[in-house]
């Protein structure tokens, strides 16, 4: 009987090892371009907007204004079904935000400098959430 002497034992663990590393790349696109990184159409700004005092949706008509440094803007629409309503916008946008929040009867709330960037393996978008407490007039 012929015994080997150099063991080939660690060669389907080493080949295991790369296959997983290959799967872990390609996946996140590193090799394709592609794989499973793509946007999911997720909101870069999501703002809650509150009475200050009753924590509850103010019942009057909401704008909430979403605007960037780069100079896109846009109104920001509701999310259907959120209690209390909040409203989302700048999809798949990064970049240093502004919100300009008006409601009738309340004062309008301004908040700047809200960063949205991305991350992770596959630089998914970071959204911001914001809540806007709105005070009476």
């Given at each position: 009987m012929c015994h080997n002497r150099f063991a080939v034992k660690p060669l389907p663990k080493l080949i295991g090892?790369?296959?997983?590393?290959?799967l872990y790349l390609n996946a996140c696109g590193s090799f394709t371009g592609g794989g499973d990184c793509v946007d999911v159409g997720?909101?870069?700004?999501?703002?809650?907007?509150?009475?200050?005092?009753?924590?509850q949706t103010p019942a009057v008509a909401i704008s909430v204004t979403i605007s960037s440094d780069s100079g896109y803007s846009e109104v920001a629409q509701p999310v259907v079904g959120s209690n209390p309503r909040r409203y989302a916008g700048a999809i798949e946008r990064t970049g240093n935000f502004s919100i300009e929040v008006s409601a009738e009867g309340y004062r309008t709330f301004r908040k700047s400098n809200v960063q949205?960037?991305?991350g992770g393996a596959c630089r998914t978008l970071q959204s911001s959430e914001v809540t806007a407490k709105m005070q009476v007039q």
């Open positions: 090892a790369l296959s997983v590393a290959i997720r909101a870069a700004v999501v703002v809650t907007v509150v009475d200050s005092l009753t924590n949205v960037g991305r």
